[in-house]
T-cell receptor
Framework: GAVVSQHPSWVICKSGTSVKIECRSLDFQATTMFWYRQFPKQSLMLMATSNEGSKATYEQGVEKDKFLINHASLTLSTLTVTSAHPEDSSFYIC?????FGRGGGETQYFGPGTRLLVL | SQQGEEDPQALSIQEGENATMNCSYKTSINNLQWYRQNSGRGLVHLIL?????REKHSGRLRVTLDTSKKSSSLLITASRAADTASYFCATPTGGFKTIFGAGTRLFVKA
């Protein structure tokens, strides 16, 4: 089945630093990837949709200058949390939409998530 | 904003019992999906039910969909301690975005 990886799996950083999270589709090409944020005991909230070769589309309330997304290739999207602050501490999850299989594109495959702690 | 709302928010049952979780959504959909998330982990896709289907089975999972009521239910039969997790319903929106419900936290006691 389709596999999505994320790196790093967890990161601790000081307030004010920037953190980059990578999302890779390992065995398929993903024209579209999605970034979610999840706070403890809450649901996943969509942050942005990342399309290969074009600018990301951000959800309302998500600061695009703070959460920089780059979809450099059909297998890689990166999320950079710039000037991170303690309130940015969260679980960040990416997903990729496949374009194959029955129904094509209906199922998203999720990465294992990256836990960010900003001190 | 979240598309789906789920109830109950939390459910605690004994091993062997059945667990039922419900999900309601707001807009018209082509399909609805259920995911499981173990604590601190990524999501695992469980099952997809299309808008023209009313019921679907996969192993111990049974999903129903009532498009007239904009609701779905997930039934886990003969639950096991390993079923302890959070369960989310999710619906696609325009642009293939998937919006998640609030989730149900299931705890199965051995």
């Amino acid at each position: 089945g389709a596999v999505v990886s994320q790196h790093p799996s967890w990161v601790i950083c000081k307030s004010g630093t920037s953190v980059k999270i990578e999302c890779r589709s390992l065995d398929f090409q993903a024209t579209t990837m999605f970034w979610y944020r999840q706070f403890p005991k809450q649901s996943l909230m969509l942050m942005a949709t990342s399309n290969e070769g074009s600018k990301a589309t951000y959800e309302q309330g998500v600061e695009k200058d703070k959460f920089l997304i780059n979809h450099a290739s059909l297998t890689l999207s990166t999320l950079t949390v710039t000037s991170a602050h303690p309130e940015d501490s969260s679980f960040y999850i990416c997903s990729a939409r496949t374009s194959f299989g029955r129904g094509g594109g209906e199922t998203q495959y999720f990465g294992p998530g990256t836990r960010l702690l900003v001190l | 904003s979240q598309q789906g709302e789920e109830d109950p928010q939390a459910l605690s049952i004994q091993e062997g019992e059945n667990a039922t979780m419900n999900c309601s959504y707001k807009t018209s959909i082509n399909n609805l999906q259920w995911y499981r998330q173990n604590s601190g982990r990524g999501l695992v896709h469980l099952i997809l039910i299309r808008s023209n289907e009313r019921e679907k089975h996969s192993g111990r999972l049974r999903v129903t969909l009532d498009t007239s009521k904009k609701s779905s239910s997930l039934l886990i039969t003969a639950s096991r301690a390993a079923d302890t997790a959070s369960y989310f319903c999710a619906t696609p929106t325009g642009g293939f975005k998937t919006i998640f419900g609030a989730g149900t936290r299931l705890f199965v006691k051995a």
